[in-house]
């Protein structure tokens, strides 16, 4: 039998480290949000499955090098999602939260942006494609593991995804026409 997400960050993220409360709070937060667009839009999804998805989105931060929010990891940041999706399965996780991981990075990533930005992933495309996974990968770009950890203003995420690319702008403008509840 699988382990419960809360087994799962407990085995990876150990209480009293500065990694574990910046992925709790995180998490949470993007857990609140992408529940309460869920409720406001109808959405017909499991909330058990939008919290557990939204809490295993970031489980790969871990084994990236990202000294900022604690994690001394190896590998580069942007490998997160995937790395964390192989974790996942490795673990025996439904392969629906394994696809949120592997896909919530920016507002999705194409084979062509990695080959076109030089992006140390592997070729492929990973690009959120459920609604569950379009919406914990919205959800997520409100909310940073760095700095104040408040919620964004709408206008910052949009910046933010400017600066990827014009298609990432587009895919995550498309997400914000599904998921938003207000105007900013």
């Known amino acids: 039998m ?3 997400y809360q087994e799962i ?3 990876y993220y150990p209480p009293g480290t500065s990694r574990r409360v910046i992925l709790m709070r995180h998490c949470s937060q993007v857990a609140d949000l992408a529940l309460e667009i ?3 839009k109808c959405l017909r999804l499991p909330p058990e499955d939008i919290r557990e998805a939204a809490m295993l989105h970031d489980i790969g931060i871990f084994l990236t090098s990202a000294v900022d929010i604690g994690c001394d990891g190896d590998e580069p940041y942007i ?6 999706a192989e974790l996942l399965r490795k ?3 439904s ?5 949120v991981a592997e896909r919530h990075t920016g507002a999705g990533i194409t084979a062509a942006d990695i080959r076109q930005q030089g992006l140390p992933l592997p070729i492929g495309d990973y690009v959120p494609e459920s609604t569950l996974e379009r919406l914990v990968c919205y959800a997520d770009k409100f909310y940073s593991k760095g700095g104040d ?3 964004k203003p709408l206008d910052r995420v949009i910046r933010s995804m400017e600066r990827f690319s014009p298609d990432t702008l587009e895919r995550f403008m498309d997400m914000h026409k599904e998921f938003s509840i207000s105007d900013g």
């Open 91 to 93: 673990e025996g996780v």
């Open 95 to 99: 392969e629906q939260y394994a696809r």
């Open 9 to 11: 960050i407990d085995k």
């Open 38 to 40: 869920a409720c406001k």
């Open 149 to 151: 950890m408040k919620r």
């Open 79 to 84: 490998m997160h999602g995937v790395l964390g």
């Open 2 to 4: 699988a382990l419960s």
